[in-house]
Every structure is written in structure tokens, then in C-alpha cells.
């Protein structure tokens, strides 16, 4: 694992500029800081005449085929293949668990989630026995109630949502199990030792999809207070609001370590599903619009500096961008112009070719997002063997289905 997180540093390292800054941000000041292999490919993007993502999906599959490993250039190709080889992580194969029926209002994804980490619990309880949880955000506590019903085992639900927890209570109430979780309104912040209450000598710390610095902060407990087990699964990367929580491990600090912007845990936090056709294609769409907004903008003010626009209303949106591009004008205060100006301005080739190189590189870009959150795992992995607890590093769920589907288990040494 040092090998490779060192491998993840050094190929982080050589690609810094492409993954720290949005191409929008810095256009086109940004094209000139990349390698030969993005800028290339990004000019011959944008070279391409057919009609774009407005009316056909053809350009955008065919980005996305090109982005997703059938590069056309030997450089671009070995990229992709270092990239894929340092990806590889384990998958932890279980059978999953069918829920019953009391179940059918959790939606695909959390169902998902809870009929696979569940049979993977239960090995893991058969083995080391333990008798006692407490799932850290735990929110509705579907997996909380999931447990106390098909392992036997009583544990805490802890959130700092009452809202969410008080839907989930009433949902399990109506179960024979309803009385076997005991939610409790908490927060958890860098005042760690607040959780020790709740912590007996074998008790398993949950944290499925622990937000932010929760993650870190279930881990820090786990490592400093000796919790007999862990088990946790990060997401949200870009509400992490603490950024010493990030590169915590020795092995971090020695490598020094790429810090990570904003933006870059923002591009760890998405979910990258390519075979969502409809999904990807809205979402290019958006950044699509963002970034002809973004030149527009340099065009009318001479301001590149990148402005948050926040939600445009469903129905401007899809009446196109001209109806975009003066809703947003208005709202950011810069004096309008026509219908037919933006039009112009829109189908302009040089606003063409600029717009097409920005999501030719914002493709790219996006192929980033697993090996981002890859090396904020492993540090977090690093930390805890560091500390002495026996630790894991798997894939387990479907990422067609829930892409943030690295978990780390951890032991530490004195528990069974
Ligand atoms: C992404 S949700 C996951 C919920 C649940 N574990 C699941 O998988 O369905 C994260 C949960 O953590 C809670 N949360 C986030 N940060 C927290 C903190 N610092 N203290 C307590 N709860 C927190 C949120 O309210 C939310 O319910």
C-alpha cells in the first residue's frame, strides 16, 4: 500500500494543474499549464463541428468513450492505463441479503448499501462476536433497525438531525424491533472524547457515508480511544471543513503530500457513473451552459474571476441559454443583452472552439475524482495502521449504484 500511495502522490504530483483548478476558472490561462496530451486533445475537441449537446449526444458519448480509456493517442492512453492500474483496490464479494418487505420505501441506492454491508457485518460479528454498535450519522437509522432485526445486536443511532431521526423512529416503531435502537440527538465535533460514553469494550463505530470531517473525526476516536471495532465508508469530501483533518498519517507527512483545493474535493465528492447516459448528459449540460456563461461574462466585463450563480429554475434551464444567460446576467448585476446577442455570441466558432476545449478538459478532469478521493482514503487507512489497529482497505458496494464504495474496517489489537 506505501508503494502505491506513493505511486497516487507522484502521478498527482505531475497532473497537479488539471485536478486543482477548474478549466473555467483560469481559461484559457489554464490550457497553457497542462501537458501535451490534455492540451492536445482538447484542441482536437474542439476542432469538431457537429452540433453540441444541445441536440445530439453523439460529441458528448463520444468525449466520454474517449475519456473513459479508448484514448486515440499513445500519451493520452498510457495515462489512462497508469491511472486504472493505480486505481485497483480490492472488492469484498458477499452474497446480499434480501430485506423484507417492512423495507420498501428505502430507495435503490440505500437498499443497496444495507444488503451488502449487512452479510459483510455478519461475518465479521462470527468471527470476532461483537455484541454492541453505535452507527455514527446514522440519520433514519435504516441500517441501525437492519441490524437489531437480522443479527441480533443492540446498538445507538447517533445524528444531529433530529428531524431525519425522528421520521426513522417512527418508521421502526411500527417493527418488533422498534425499541431495540436507542437514537440519540448528538453532534460530533474535534471534542472527540465526547463520544467515549457510548463506546463499551465491544462495541463496532459505524459510519456508513460519514460526511466531511465526521469520517475523521470516527477515526481519530477509533485509533485514540482504542475502540475494539470500525467500520466506516467517507463521502462528501467537500465538506470537510477542517483541512488539517486531511493528510493526517505519518506516511503523508513524509511523502509530503498534495494538498487539495475546494475545488478538487468537490471533484472527489461526484459521482462518476458512466454508463447513466441521461444522467451524464444533463450534467454536461449544465457545465456546458456554466461555461459559455463564463466567457460571456469575460466578454461583457472583462472579470474572469469564476461568480457563484447558484439554482437556475427547471424551466429556464430548459428553454436554453439565452434564457439561461439572462437570468443569471440580471441576477449578477451585469448589464443585460438581447435574445439574439447571446444567440450570436453563442454560436460564434471562436465561443465554440473556447467552450469545447473547456469540457473537453472538464472530462478529463472528472476521470480524476476516484484517484482524489483514493488518496484521501489511504492516508485515513495509513492512520489508523499507524496507530496499531489491524486495518483494511475494500471496495464493496456496486459503484454503478453507490460509487462512494470504499470501506475501511479496523481493529485494534486488543479486541478478540
Ligand atoms: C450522508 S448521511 C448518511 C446517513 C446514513 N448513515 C445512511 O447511510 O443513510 C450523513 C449523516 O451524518 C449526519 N452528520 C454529519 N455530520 C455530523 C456530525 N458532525 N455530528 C452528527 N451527525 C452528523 C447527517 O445529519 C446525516 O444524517
Not at 437489531?148 to 431521526?165: E, M, P, R
Request: aromatic residues 12%.
Amino acid at each position: 500500500m506505501k508503494k502505491r500511495f506513493s505511486n497516487i502522490q507522484s502521478f498527482l504530483k505531475r497532473h497537479y494543474n488539471l485536478w486543482t483548478y477548474e478549466p473555467i476558472d483560469s481559461y484559457p490561462r489554464y490550457l497553457n499549464t497542462l501537458t501535451i496530451e490534455f492540451s492536445d486533445f482538447a484542441q482536437a475537441f474542439s476542432q469538431k463541428t457537429d452540433n453540441f449537446l444541445e441536440e445530439t449526444s453523439t460529441s458528448f458519448q463520444e468525449l466520454f468513450q474517449i475519456a473513459s480509456y479508448q484514448s486515440p493517442t499513445p500519451l493520452l492512453n498510457s495515462f489512462f492505463e497508469e491511472l486504472k492500474s493505480l486505481m485497483e483496490i480490492p472488492v469484498e464479494t458477499v452474497s446480499p441479503l434480501s430485506l423484507d418487505h417492512s423495507f420498501n420505501s428505502i430507495k435503490e441506492k440505500k437498499r443497496h448499501e444495507i444488503e451488502t454491508l449487512l452479510p459483510l457485518i455478519k461475518q465479521k460479528q462470527a468471527l470476532y462476536g461483537f455484541d454492541h454498535f453505535v452507527d455514527f450519522g446514522g440519520g433514519m437509522g435504516h441500517l441501525a433497525g437492519l441490524m437489531a432485526q437480522n443479527l441480533n445486536i443492540q446498538g445507538h443511532s447517533l445524528d444531529f438531525d433530529k428531524t431525519i431521526q425522528s421520521k426513522g423512529q417512527n418508521i421502526l416503531a411500527q417493527t418488533p424491533y422498534g425499541n431495540a435502537i436507542n437514537f440519540v440527538h448528538f453532534t460530533l465535533s474535534a471534542q472527540i472524547e465526547k463520544l467515549l460514553p457510548f463506546i463499551e469494550k465491544n462495541t463496532l463505530l459505524l459510519g456508513l457515508h460519514s460526511c466531511g470531517d465526521l469520517s475523521v473525526f470516527l477515526i481519530q476516536a477509533a485509533a485514540q480511544f482504542n475502540v475494539p471495532y470500525l467500520l466506516n465508508f467517507g463521502c462528501c469530501y467537500c465538506r470537510m471543513n477542517t483541512p488539517s483533518l486531511l493528510n493526517i498519517s505519518q506516511q503523508a507527512k513524509d511523502e509530503a503530500a498534495v494538498s487539495f483545493s475546494d475545488h478538487a474535493l468537490t471533484l472527489a465528492s461526484r459521482s462518476f457513473c458512466e454508463d447513466k447516459v441521461k444522467e451524464l448528459k444533463h450534467k454536461l449540460k449544465v457545465r456546458y451552459f456554466r461555461a459559455l456563461f463564463q466567457l460571456l461574462q469575460i466578454e461583457l466585463t472583462g472579470d474572469a474571476s469564476i461568480r457563484t450563480l447558484g439554482q437556475t429554475p427547471k424551466e429556464i434551464f430548459n428553454a436554453g441559454f439565452e434564457d439561461y444567460a439572462i437570468f443569471h446576467l440580471s441576477k449578477q448585476k451585469i448589464e443585460a443583452c438581447t435574445d439574439l446577442q447571446i444567440k450570436d455570441f453563442k454560436e460564434r466558432k471562436d465561443t465554440q472552439i473556447k467552450v469545447r476545449e473547456i469540457i473537453a478538459l472538464d472530462a478529463l478532469r472528472s476521470l480524476f475524482s476516484r484517484i482524489i478521493e483514493l488518496a484521501i482514503i489511504i492516508d485515513r487507512y495509513f492512520y489508523l495502521e499507524e496507530s496499531g489497529r489491524e486495518t483494511q482497505l475494500f471496495q464493496l458496494f456496486n459503484p454503478k449504484i453507490s460509487p462512494r464504495n470504499l470501506g475501511i474496517w479496523s481493529k485494534s489489537k486488543e479486541a478478540k
